[in-house]
């Protein structure tokens, strides 16, 4: 736990400060007749099928910043990525792999807090019935990733795979992408693939709430602890006063009874501030694919 | 019984009418119901093509670009959305298959796993027709060519459940069926009742006519109450038949009656030639005896000439007793009234030179109408003498056994004339035919009518007929009473 607590600013002192700049941010805005919409980028690395979800984040946003709030998503971490870099959205909520990859542009808003970490895993998960023990029996399965720009859908996976001299290719005989964490579920669950990589935060909410779908499926491997998706700006805006009010909102999400209520239905403990280097993980594994590629 | 079941033709009215409503009602309604069936049938089919079309349009577009594109996942999630968004397409399963003829997704991906091949008796439903019925497993299979820019870029191939179609054609089967069936019975119910109301009066008509054994009787007028005009007329025309026919029997009595008068008479004359033949005799011999009584053998001769002439008078006074004994009606046959017949045919057959031997072993008298026998055996008696030729000979023998009384007569002439051998044959009794005697037909009658027969035994030579008469001893009992 110890290790974990410099990657985590989550001092009262600094949650204060950063909703008195928000505030103050707010109030700048509020002379304006025509306020600017915050465009909020979404991502597959929670579920975000929810209907009732998206709506809660952003009647919550726009009560917190006083600022109209569109949401925005695309199929793919690709397209969201490429809106955030070409400051098309004012932030998003992408995977840790898109953020070190640009990790020379992009800045960390926030960090999810689970379980009472920032962290999360990766699951290799196989049909609920099926005798597999190891990743090794996977060889020759129709696998299903995530996203080609998921950690948790595809990175660790082939990282996995390149630490045992393979690549996905040679190992599966067959592999597709499902655009999301829910549908790499849903795809082993039918039988279309026969195991998947997964986010395990998205598989254990979805446990939860859509066991019957979840509990077609088993977990057969989970990775390593490793960076929550996190909340990314462009470095150039991270002081923006709009980035900032998106900032402070999320990370005093804790502190109102609809703030709560949302991270009671995003199953989080908070959103907090954190240091890179909580990617570094990530990071490490980006470059060592990069270098077999 | 058995044979009345297997011969519909003798079914009676009431019950073939409404069988034969019923049959028509049914084949009406089987012939309505195929018509019904089959133009369900097509409207089925073109329906189903219809939404088979609509559906394969629907997953067609949506398809498309993942099949360009070989993406499993997008191909699999628009057949798995398409499974919710086409309620009214049951499917089993719906594949998505390659050129190369593997699987790119399928609706049920552990059935058909990606990359595989379709198994051959269902990759020869590919290039089928679009729409394929298989009616005995209850199953349709769809197929699609996915064409892009005039290339094939994959096929699309379903079996569809059409199990709830089938029902609803099995439903209207059934339907129609037990409609049918329902309406056959119930027309062959209402036809039954109906159709017995409808012919009570022939009932009653018929009960009648066959009320009796001699002649039918007239329709009482409080039974016309519930007829129809045309019965009523029927009835009506039976009621004057019936009343002629009445009359007509009566007149026939009165006939019978008059001939026997007749016969009577011609016995009486005969009686009188007999007793005036010995008369004259007899008066001669009393002349005779009056001139010439002195001398003893002519007194004798005339003497013995009185006694032969008293006798054959005492003869002819003896069958006048029997005759008028006749008159009185009575119960039972003695055997020796019986035996006066004999006496009474005597002169006619002494007349004709004719022989009579007398066979009657009757030893205790008989239950039955001694009138009516006598007056048969008398009349078959006097028609086998007048048929006997000369020096011919006539016999009788009556005897009892087994509670029937047997006479027979027979002769020696040339055999009995067609019609009076028809008419015996026949038993005919309602009407005197023409061209036989009064007397035969009123021996006939009254045998009918003690419901006995008269028969004609086989025999070489002349006639031999065989009054028949059921009836009984009459007990020591009741001769002492």
Redesign the interface.
Known sequence: MSKLEPWVGSGVWRRRALLAIGLAATGVRRGSAAPESLRFGLTPVFVDSDMQLLSALQSYLVEVTDRPIELVQRRTYQEITAMLLADQIDAAWICGFPFVRWRDRLSLLAVPVYHGHPLYQSYLIVGRDRAATSFFDLKGDVHAFSDPDSNSGWLVTRHLLLEHGTTPSAFFSRTFFTYGHRNVVRAVAAGLAQSGSVDGYVWNVLSEREPKLASQTRILRRSEWLGFPPIAVTSARRESPDVKLLGTALVTMASSDKGRLLLKMLELDRFTTSDPSLFDPIARMYHDVEAAS | MRGLLLTPRRWPLAVRVPLLVSVLVLAAVLTVSKVLLDKLDREQTVQLAALSNAYLDGLTSALMPAVIRK???EA??AL?RARSLYGGVDTDWVAVVLPDRTVL?AS???LF???RHLPPEIDAHRTGPTLTIDGSSETAWLSRPLRQDDADVGWLLAKIDISAELAVWHDAVWTLIGIGFGLAVAFAVCGWLLVSRMLRPVGILARHIAATTELPSPIPAEDLRHFGAEFKALSARFNVMVEALREREALLVQLAEEERLALLGKLASGMAHEVNNPLGGMLTAVDTIATHGGAASVRQQAVEFLRRGLNDIRNVVRASLVLYKEQVPQTSLLPEALDDLRHLAAPEAHRRQVTLEWANVLSHPLQTDGTAARQIVLNLLLNAVAASPPCGCVSVRARFADGLLTIEISDEGPGLPPPVADAIRSGTTQSAPPNIGLGVWTALFLARRGGGCIRQLPQAHGTCLALELPCEEVSDAALAA
Do not use: H, L, R, Y
Request: glycine share 8%.
């Open positions: 993406d499993i996942w699999f999630d798995d997704a049920d991906p552990e796993p990606v990359g």
